[in-house]
């Protein structure tokens, strides 16, 4: 019984490790084309590039202008969400410019701001900051909007200050809200840094992914992705962890400890 | 917790639409800023001479006569054409696997990393990858656009089926419906709601990649054409492909929402009992 459960534990390693297995016979057997890797070569090269400058600068700026687009996408996205969610005139307002920018990727916006700022890491800021502005905005408003009436009531016969009634009662209703909200703010975020990178040869891990392609360097460019890849697992991991320890309070996070 | 994104969002909407003036004034209210900004986009950029910010008169004639005549066959079209072939592979792949997997648990566990790992992977990072497989044609971006979409609904089509009431399978069970018809009637349907929201996730993903991958290798489409524009320092085209794209992001995610109120209909009413 207990070794069944060992294996059925690493059930998924298995199956990883066969899918790679796979990738490597199929290509080493000359089955995929030659533009496709086996894997181990594909890991060799990363691995040759790790502690090279051109990687390791191209990550750093990739992680830079990853992490300042976030924070201004979740600030911007906070401030406006609680304007429009306390203010039903602001809402009304501004619904169908919100919704117009909203549906409107903000990739679409990389040609006017090479124009303006030139092929240069602000591109890439400014759109991811904008891009990842939309979920952390609308998710606040509606965590704003959607507090329970009878806690407000509550907090008012308890006779709670104003401060305490936003500590006690509005954050941690919005806040399972918001936590979603950054995360797909995240997702959004490293999208479209790197695909202004890709697109516009800013500097970046995207642009270094682009130069091996065009120079049919193939190994290190699926190095790259592997790389890039990885770090969207860790930047998703990270915030998983984050919104537990904030919200082990909130009924999705009490049962999955039970 | 996708799931409850979804579900506050179409009661909200519900309540403050209720809760509001009638919805006819509510939406001239809406309406006034919009207007605004065109009118003093109008007037102040009617003069000017700067090269990057041309009068809006002059970006609305070349809209017209750039997109609204040979471009729509040979730009708006195949652009559209990717998205909605990309958008539909991905919702049959997505949709059918998912069910698959939500079913039989021990694959989907096993699985579980791979999945994960794609779906945490930045999809535009795969554009050069479909370049330097599929060439600069159609074929790479829905491929890609199929690809990347896939995910998010298969996860949650995973999810969906996998959370059924146990009440509900064993009633369907008892009333000997036959394996299809459980899958179809029941288990799809009562995981809709889910599958749906993940479906929205991958029309954006699919609308980012559609543009990116017409800017970085394509010979044409509305991407192509509008970053051409701004290479060549055509800036009023440039400008009326922004406004386009705009409109076609705004009428693509408006089709969704008015499908999307279609079949959620009877579980946007179970919320507001």
């Known amino acids: 019984m207990k070794r069944r459960s060992w294996l059925v534990r690493s059930l998924p390693w298995i199956t990883t490790l066969a899918i790679i297995t796979l990738q490597e016979i199929l290509a080493r057997t000359g089955v995929l084309p030659n533009v496709i890797p086996p894997f181990t070569e594909t890991v060799a090269a990363g691995w040759m590039m790790l502690p090279t400058d051109v990687f390791l600068t191209g990550l750093g700026q990739m992680l830079q202008q990853f992490a300042i687009s976030l924070a201004l996408g979740i600030g911007a996205g906070v401030v406006l969400g609680i304007l429009i969610g306390v203010a039903p005139v ?11 920018l909203r549906f409107t990727p903000s990739v679409v916006y990389i040609p006017i701001l090479l124009l303006l700022m030139g092929a240069r890491p602000p591109v890439a800021i400014t759109l991811a900051a904008i891009g990842s502005t939309w979920p952390v905005l609308y998710q606040t408003y509606y ?15 308890f006779g709670l200050s104003r401060a305490q009634q936003i500590r006690s009662i509005t954050i941690p209703s919005v806040s399972p809200f918001l936590a979603t909200g950054i995360r797909i703010a995240a997702a959004h975020a490293l999208i479209i840094v790197v695909a202004v990178q890709i697109i516009a040869a800013v500097p970046g891990t995207g642009r270094d992914i682009q130069n091996y392609a065009e120079n049919g360097v193939f190994p290190r460019m699926y190095a790259l992705i592997l790389v890039v890849g990885i770090i969207g697992l860790i930047i998703n991991g990270l915030l998983e962890l984050l919104e537990r320890r904030q919200l082990h309070w909130h009924a999705s996070y009490r049962e999955k400890q039970a | 917790m996708t799931t409850t994104t979804a579900t506050t969002e179409s009661t909200t909407t519900e309540a403050t639409r209720r809760r509001g003036s009638p919805r006819f004034s509510g939406t001239i209210v809406s309406l006034i800023l919009p207007v605004v900004i065109l009118i003093t986009w109008w007037f102040v950029s009617a003069n000017s001479t700067s090269p990057f910010f041309p009068p809006l008169q002059l970006i609305l004639q070349t809209f017209v006569e750039a997109w609204l005549s040979a471009r729509v066959m040979s730009d708006i079209v195949p652009s559209l054409t990717r998205l909605v072939v990309g958008f539909l592979i991905a919702v049959v792949v997505g949709v059918s696997l998912g069910a698959l997997l939500g079913r039989l648990r021990i694959a989907a566990y096993a699985l579980n990393p791979v999945l994960q790992f794609f779906r945490s992977l930045p999809a535009t990072s795969l554009i050069p ?23 998010p609904i298969l996860l949650n089509t995973i999810d969906g089926v996998r959370n059924i009431d146990p009440v509900i399978e064993d009633v369907s069970r008892s009333f000997r419906l036959t394996k299809m018809q459980r899958l179809r009637w029941v288990q799809l349907h009562a995981a809709s709601p889910q599958v749906i929201s993940g479906m ?14 017409e800017m970085l ?41 008015l499908v999307e109120r279609k079949l959620l209909h009877w579980y946007t009413q179970n919320q507001e009992d």
């Open chain 2, 200 to 213: 929205r996730i991958a029309l954006s993903l699919a609308f980012v990649v559609m543009v990116s991958s």
């Open chain 1, 90 to 100: 602001l809402n009304q307002l501004f619904r169908y410019v919100l919704e117009f």
């Open chain 2, 217 to 257: 290798g394509a010979t044409n489409g509305m991407g192509y054409v509008t970053l051409l524009a701004q290479q060549g320092f055509q800036i009023t085209l440039m400008w009326s492909g922004l406004i386009l794209l705009g409109l076609i992001g705004l009428l693509v995610n408006g089709i969704f929402i």
């Open chain 1, 143 to 157: 965590g704003v909007v959607g507090v329970s009436p009878i806690l407000k009531d509550t907090g008012r016969v």
């Open chain 2, 129 to 151: 990858v479909a370049v330097v497989l599929f060439g600069i044609g159609d074929t790479p971006k829905i491929v890609l656009i199929a690809f990347v979409s896939s995910f």
